[in-house]
């Protein structure tokens, strides 16, 4: 049975370039599995970055969900997993543990998207609940280099810690800035925030990619904020790179506002500004604000 686990998953994740380790934690077998991706470069003018780690995310998210299936269907009991994955991850020996509280694998860097499949028996190396439950050790490498500590605008790494209420993607999520340095903070990054990960020295030996002509297509400002005002039809064509849960209209047109507002041109959009002063969520009302007060001190 062993085997035909192994199997199993080998054949399913083999031809997607992951990688994957398992472990057994009070009788419930957990594999770990990693999708790398390729991240993008900064954008040029007058488009917004979006990271590419939530295409890798989406993906996985579909792959786990297809082998749970196939597990199922060859006579295995899937189940959940509660615990967290990146100490699943740490703990099975695919990665190191960073500051940031990222998984750097000795392959990837950080550059890939974690899930996690579970079944009922013991295929794998058993590590005790007490063991996985325990904070990870920051890798040695991590613990003296300092460099996202210094680089992160919100000071979101400080002393070792993560203050993950001050970090871009809380921010991005909320869509709702309580300052203008809060806002400045994401620059023109309409989704994710890549500054530690693009200067990590885990990744150096990494090389990041030119948007291709569908991506610049999808993320000039023009074509943003076209898309998330007109609603949820308008976000359909951005399901597979942000995932069917964040497709949000307004919280997704208010960050490309804010977006805007950060660029080296926003005069250039001011009719968008115009046009969503009023809108009936205070979000986009408060981005439409922000960027025509920037316009109006520019000019």
């Known amino acids: 049975m062993k085997n035909k686990y192994d199997q199993i998953i080998s054949a399913a994740l083999s031809d997607h370039g992951a990688q994957w ?22 954008p040029p003018e007058g488009y917004a970055f979006v990271d590419s780690y939530y295409v890798a995310s989406n993906k996985a998210y579909f792959l786990r969900k297809k082998l749970c299936n196939e597990l199922t269907q060859a006579g295995f009991e899937t189940a959940e997993c509660t615990l967290p994955y990146k100490n699943i991850a740490y703990y099975s020996g695919l990665g190191v ?78 869509s709702d800035f309580p300052d203008e340095a809060s806002a400045q903070s994401i620059g023109t990054q309409l989704w994710g925030c890549d500054i530690c990960q693009r200067h990590c020295p885990f990744n150096k030996h990494l090389t990041a990619r030119e948007m291709t002509a569908e991506e ?24 597979d790179i942000l995932g069917g849960n964040y497709l949000r209209p307004a919280k997704l047109t208010a960050l490309t506002l804010n977006v805007i507002a950060n660029s080296s041109n926003p005069e250039k959009y001011i009719k968008y500004a115009e046009a969503s002063a009023q809108h009936n969520d205070i979000r986009v009302q408060n981005a439409a604000h922000r960027l025509l007060n920037i316009i109006n001190k520019r000019s």
């Open 97 to 174: 543990s960073l500051k940031s509280t990222l998984i750097a694998n000795e392959t990837f860097g950080t550059r890939m998207a974690l899930e996690i499949v579970g079944v009922s028996g013991v295929f794998a190396r058993e590590v005790s609940l007490s063991e996985v439950i325990k904070k990870p050790d920051i890798s040695e490498i991590c613990r003296h280099c300092g460099i996202c500590e210094k680089l992160c605008p919100n000071a979101c790494i400080s002393d070792g810690a993560f203050i993950r209420e001050r970090c871009i993607r809380s921010f991005q999520e909320a």
């Open 21 to 42: 380790q398992s472990i057994c934690v009070d009788g419930i077998t957990y594999t770990v599995f990693a999708l790398p991706y390729t991240q993008l470069e900064l």
């Open 216 to 239: 610049k297509e999808l993320f000039s400002f023009d074509n943003l904020f076209s898309a998330f005002s007109s609603g949820k039809k308008g976000c359909e064509p951005y399901r």
